[in-house]
């Protein structure tokens, strides 16, 4: 089994996660091999709060994990799609073999049906004495209620087995969504996006209806993050998650990009719109402040810089989030907790 965990850091990013990573692997002494390193990566860069709490646990149960604790964390958090994508292979499996062999058996017992009635028009064609007569007919009523018998327990059968197909579809349908929401926020993943933001250019193509892009990025992160912890963090990233939901609609599509970077696409929305929809964003995450719920520690203001670009005919995906990302940066690049527009 192979693990499909896709990231989109920048460089900055990812060389500051492998600092922390290998920072990591080394003061519990863990062998810095491609599993482990996936494990610390992850928790470093905050994309998972349950391997965080779970690789905290281990640590705290012990220091110096075993391999196989360790090989046992990375099995629970990377492989569980596949896991679950060979079970259903596997039950499928059994599941048409079943069925194929219950054919068989009706396919012989039909034929020998077929034989026994072909016999039965032949005695009806000669003259035969009434007790030969009598003992064919009993015959031939015997065999049709067994068919039938054996075609009711096909009927059923068939019925347990689309049942249970449809079952697995739905099953493997969870796991195909699942594979596409970001795990710590709960929201699209960056898998996600790529799909949705190449549908919708196909689809504004076709429609020649505008729509707008948002890039956004929470502001001084990187400090928050050294100043209250990873944890805190992860809650940071979840409460704006949060906000970015409520304060979109209809069509309108949310996702975790990579790190404290978000985006937002709006279909049928030019730039005029999506600048205003941008305020209201920017102004519904900075018009609060942070309090722990257990001990009601303020951590002050939480601001959101933001990127807005429309679509243009000739735009590629790559091209029309560069555009995007240019905007941030000018926002960015003018005091944060602004919206600006290319």
Not at 16 to 42: C, G, M, S
Not at 140 to 163: C, D, G, L, P, Y
Not at 179 to 198: C, H, P, V, W
Not at 201 to 219: H, Q, T
Request: with cysteine; net charge negative.
């Amino acid at each position: 089994m192979t693990n499909k965990t896709t990231y989109s850091d920048t460089l900055s990013q990812s060389s500051e996660f492998l600092r922390l990573a290998i920072a990591l692997l080394a003061k519990h002494k863990i062998p810095a091999d491609p599993h482990n390193y996936q494990v610390t990566y992850e928790c470093v860069s905050g994309r998972n709060q349950a391997l965080v709490e779970a690789l905290s646990q281990l640590l705290k149960q012990n220091p110096n994990p075993s391999d196989e604790q360790l090989e046992a964390l990375y099995q629970s958090y990377f492989v569980q799609d596949e896991a679950a994508l060979e079970m259903m292979r596997t039950e499928i499996r059994r599941i048409i073999h079943c069925m194929l062999k219950d054919f068989s058996h009706s396919d012989d017992q039909l034929s020998h049906y077929s034989q026994t009635l072909n016999q039965f028009v032949t005695i009806l064609d000669t003259q035969k004495p009434p007790e030969h007569l009598l003992t064919s007919t009993q015959k031939v009523i015997e065999e049709t209620r067994s068919v039938e018998q054996s075609q009711q327990h096909i009927e059923k059968q068939m019925n347990n087995v689309i049942a249970e197909i449809d079952l697995l579809r739905k099953e493997l349908e969870q796991v195909k969504e699942e594979s596409k929401m970001d795990a710590l926020t709960g929201i699209a993943n960056r898998k996600a996006f790529d799909l949705e933001i190449d549908a919708t250019i196909l689809a504004a193509r076709n429609s020649r209806e505008p729509f707008s892009l948002l890039m956004l990025d929470i502001d001084h992160f990187k400090l928050f993050n050294d100043t209250y912890g990873h944890l805190v963090g992860d809650k940071v990233l979840r409460y704006v998650a949060t906000l970015l939901k409520r304060n979109i609609k209809g069509r309108d599509f949310v996702a975790r990009f990579g790190g404290e970077e978000f985006m937002i696409i709006l279909p049928a929305t030019n730039i005029n719109g999506a600048m205003v929809i941008s305020e209201q964003i920017r102004e519904a995450i900075s018009s609060g402040t942070l309090t722990a719920k257990d001990n009601d520690v303020s951590y002050g203001k939480l601001t959101l810089s933001i990127g807005v670009t429309q679509f243009r005919a000739s735009d590629l995906s790559e091209v029309l989030i560069n555009r995007a990302d240019k905007a941030l940066y000018l926002a960015k690049e003018r005091g944060r907790n602004r919206v600006e527009k290319l």
